[in-house]
């Protein structure tokens, strides 16, 4: 099955700063690539997501590559706030078909310093 | 749109009794439905993948007959945790998957439900 690895698992910035958090897959039949944030005891909040036939997605101050070959994709936050502080997962999975799950990386605690 | 509900947001229980959740989608019909648990500071851990219509697939080491998921609409899919014990205490939360066309699925998550076993 699908393995996603996750790094850092914790990332502390000065507000302002840039954010980096990237992930690798082992299945090669992923092609879906979703970026979660959860907030403490909230549930978790799609932010952006890629499929495999891009290698950048960009949407205000938040953006995804994903390199398929190396079979990594990252996230990556600019110009960071303090409410941008979460718990953020990557996920992969592959799609199509009538269903599809998700393999979750274990998540980076990402706090923002005012 | 995209939204998705959960009930009850908060349970508490005694020991061996039985809890059921409810995940709906609200705004659009979902044939898939997941279920995950997750435990404090850590990743979310897929359950179950719930279809309407058929019996739900469990993953790997999840007790189908402790964890019984039923879903009977479009909208709606519950869990029931069978006998529960204090391990079973955990946030459980479900996701809907919306289809936009055959190679693109998304998930939208419900705000979870808090169980805990007395």
């Known amino acids: 099955g699908e393995n996603v690895e996750q790094h850092p698992s914790t990332l502390s910035v000065q507000e302002g700063d840039s954010a980096v958090i990237k992930c690798t897959y082992s299945d090669s039949a992923s092609n879906y690539f979703p970026w979660y944030k959860q907030e403490l005891g909230k549930r978790p909040q799609l932010i952006i997501d890629i499929r495999s036939n891009v290698g950048e997605k960009k949407d205000q101050r938040i953006a995804v590559t994903l390199n398929k070959t190396a079979k990594h994709f990252s996230l990556h936050i600019t110009e960071t706030q303090p409410e941008d502080s979460a718990v953020y997962f990557c996920a992969a999975s592959p799609s199509g078909g009538s269903n599809y799950k998700l393999t979750f990386g274990k998540g980076t605690l990402l706090t923002v310093n005012p | 749109g995209a939204v998705v509900s959960q009930h009850p947001s908060r349970v508490i229980c005694k020991s061996g009794t039985s809890v059921k959740i409810e995940c709906r989608s609200l705004?659009?019909?979902?044939?898939?439905m997941f279920w995950y648990r997750q435990f404090p500071k850590q990743s979310l851990m897929l359950m179950a993948t719930s279809n309407e219509g058929s019996k739900a697939t469990y993953e790997q080491g999840v007790e189908k007959d402790k964890f019984l998921i039923n879903h009977a609409s479009l909208t709606l899919s519950t869990l029931t945790v069978t006998s529960a014990h204090p391990e079973d205490s955990s946030f459980y939360i479900c996701?809907?998957?919306?289809?936009?066309?055959?190679?693109?699925?998304?998930?939208?998550f419900g705000p979870g439900t808090r169980l805990t076993v007395l």
């Open positions: 996701s809907a998957q919306r289809t936009r066309d055959f190679y693109y699925n998304e998930q939208f």
């Open positions: 705004d659009f019909q979902a044939t898939t």
